[in-house]
């Protein structure tokens, strides 16, 4: 059964520490997506990569976050460093681009005091 | 920025009864989709409607496009108790890019 996973599931760190998000697409799938959701905003966008490059990150700040695949099975979103506003549910999502739909996977559930 | 609007915002409803969402959109799309969300949980795709496409079926659900009024609705036949969810379109005007908008939003809860 395949999967997105994604470490840590929860995360409470204090305000100007880092923070690194992981994601493992399903395989084979070769665009991964990082989303934020809370309350206010909804889902939004942040990044997007395609066979390992960034393809659109417009939607992070680029001042304190950052989006990496160092390789095809691992992505990473990095807050630093990290301030109260940016307590969120953070979702990866992987897809083929072949495919329209999205897989999401479990979330990282932030919180920063 | 989000380019879907759903309503309602909430719904609630009792368990063998029909549920319908709306969702509105701005710009052109290449495709629709609906996705679920459990609470606490990732979304879920559900159904898929491309933009030459009027209605589609799905089990239990059915989706309707009306391009020229940019607007989508969902239906859910004989809901139960399971279907408590917070549903979520999504548009695709990217092309290639699989670039998905997400509206705000549904809360669904059925009761039993």
């Known amino acids: 059964d395949a999967r997105v996973t994604q470490t840590p599931r929860h995360k409470v760190t204090e305000m100007g520490q880092e923070v690194t998000m992981r994601c493992q697409p399903i395989?084979?799938?070769?665009?991964v997506f990082w989303y934020r959701q809370t309350m206010m905003q909804g889902l939004e966008l942040l990044a997007y990569?395609?066979?390992?490059?960034?393809?659109?990150d417009s939607g992070m700040p680029k001042d304190r976050f950052s989006a990496e695949m160092p390789d095809a099975t691992l992505a990473t979103l990095k807050i630093q460093p990290s301030e109260p506003r940016d307590s969120a549910v953070y979702f990866c999502?992987?897809?083929?681009?072949?495919?329209?739909?999205?897989?999401f996977g479990p979330g990282t559930r932030l919180l920063v005091l | 920025s989000q380019q879907g609007e759903e309503d309602p915002q909430a719904l609630s409803i009792q368990e063998g009864e029909n549920a319908t969402m709306n969702c509105s959109y701005k710009?052109?799309?290449?495709?629709l989709q609906w996705y679920r969300q459990n609470s606490g949980r990732g979304l879920v795709h559900l159904i898929l409607?491309?933009?030459?496409?009027r209605e589609k079926h799905s089990g239990r659900l059915r989706v309707t496009l009306d391009t020229s009024k940019k607007s989508s609705s969902l239906l859910i036949t004989a809901s139960r108790a399971a279907d408590t969810a917070s549903y979520f379109c999504?548009?695709?005007?990217?092309?290639?890019?699989?670039?998905?908008?997400f509206g705000s939003g549904t809360q669904l809860t059925v009761l039993p």
């Open positions: 999502a992987s897809g083929s681009s072949l495919q329209e739909t999205q897989y």
């Open positions: 395989l084979g799938h070769n665009t």
């Open positions: 990569f395609r066979n390992r490059a960034p393809l659109d």
């Open positions: 710009t052109s799309i290449n495709n």
């Open positions: 409607i491309r933009s030459n496409e």
């Open positions: 999504a548009t695709d005007a990217s092309g290639s890019a699989r670039q998905l908008t």
